[in-house]
């Protein structure tokens, strides 16, 4: 896979265009979906009522090199428990829009203090049926991460991650969830596996900038 990205600013510029058209949306979503052997949940059904959450792509240069966050949620009887997702979190009443979910959820999580005026565009939602939830995927370009401070409560541990290695990683692995064993089309850095949800929002930017 080649990408025409050489920095930040080419990034933002081919970002820009593609925000302004069309996206992939479910014809990227859908090939992340992992392999249930039966019940698989019904990611593109628009009867089921979900409620309204965000999560945070925050992308940045460093050392040439053009970064992202994610962390690995704790272990919890959720039913994202350790897996490894962008920060985010639904929508509280007292939040003006999602944007405002998306960063704010950012900064009680890892202590990312992003303002508004970073906020480029967002990617098409991603339906999940076993949380109930309809995450809007919103994007932020910065200039530097800064320091980053983990909320123990929710967050296990925080990841700076090369995005263009992270992209290129896709493949399919097996991964744990429910008690049971599923080949999951993934991404992968270190040795965490990028799954699901989080999957299926990496492969739609994949599809605009490859």
């Given at each position: 896979?080649?990408y025409k990205i050489k920095n930040i600013k080419s990034l933002e510029?081919?970002?820009?265009?593609?925000?302004?058209?069309?996206?992939?949306?479910?014809?990227?979503?859908?090939?992340?979906?992992?392999?249930?052997?039966?019940?698989?949940?019904?990611?593109?059904n628009y009867d089921q009522t979900l409620r309204d959450a965000a999560?945070?792509?925050?992308?940045?240069?460093?050392?040439?090199?053009?970064?992202?966050?994610?962390?690995?949620?704790?272990?919890?009887?959720?039913?994202?428990?350790?897996?490894?997702?962008?920060?985010?979190?639904?929508?509280?009443?007292?939040?003006?829009?999602?944007?405002?979910?998306?960063?704010?959820?950012?900064?009680?999580?890892?202590?990312?203090?992003?303002?508004?005026?970073?906020?480029?565009?967002?990617?098409?939602?991603?339906?999940?049926?076993?949380?109930?939830?309809?995450?809007?995927?919103?994007?932020?370009?910065?200039?530097?991460?800064?320091?980053?401070?983990?909320?123990?409560?929710?967050?296990?541990?925080?990841?700076?991650?090369?995005?263009?290695?992270?992209?290129?990683?896709?493949?399919?692995?097996?991964?744990?969830?429910?008690?049971?064993?599923?080949?999951?089309?993934?991404?992968?850095?270190?040795?965490?596996?990028?799954?699901?949800?989080?999957?299926?929002?990496?492969?739609?930017?994949?599809?605009?900038?490859?």
């Amino acid at each position: 896979m080649s990408y025409k990205i050489k920095n930040i600013k080419s990034l933002e510029e081919l970002l820009f265009d593609k925000l302004s058209k069309k996206l992939p949306g479910m014809s990227a979503q859908e090939k992340m979906i992992p392999f249930f052997p039966d019940n698989e949940p019904e990611y593109f059904n628009y009867d089921q009522t979900l409620r309204d959450a965000a999560v945070l792509i925050c992308l940045f240069e460093d050392n040439k090199r053009i970064k992202t966050v994610l962390i690995e949620r704790v272990q919890d009887s959720g039913p994202h428990s350790g897996q490894i997702a962008f920060p985010g979190g639904r929508k509280d009443d007292t939040d003006s829009d999602l944007i405002h979910t998306a960063l704010r959820e950012a900064e009680e999580e890892v202590g990312l203090e992003i303002q508004r005026k970073s906020y480029l565009g967002s990617l098409t939602p991603v339906r999940i049926p076993i949380s109930k939830y309809n995450v809007l995927p919103v994007i932020c370009l910065i200039e530097n991460v800064g320091e980053l401070i983990t909320c123990e409560a929710e967050v296990r541990n925080v990841f700076v991650v090369d995005l263009l290695d992270l992209l290129a990683s896709e493949g399919i692995r097996q991964v744990s969830a429910r008690k049971i064993t599923l080949d999951a089309p993934s991404f992968a850095f270190g040795n965490q596996i990028v799954w699901g949800a989080t999957a299926m929002v990496l492969k739609e930017l994949k599809e605009m900038i490859s």
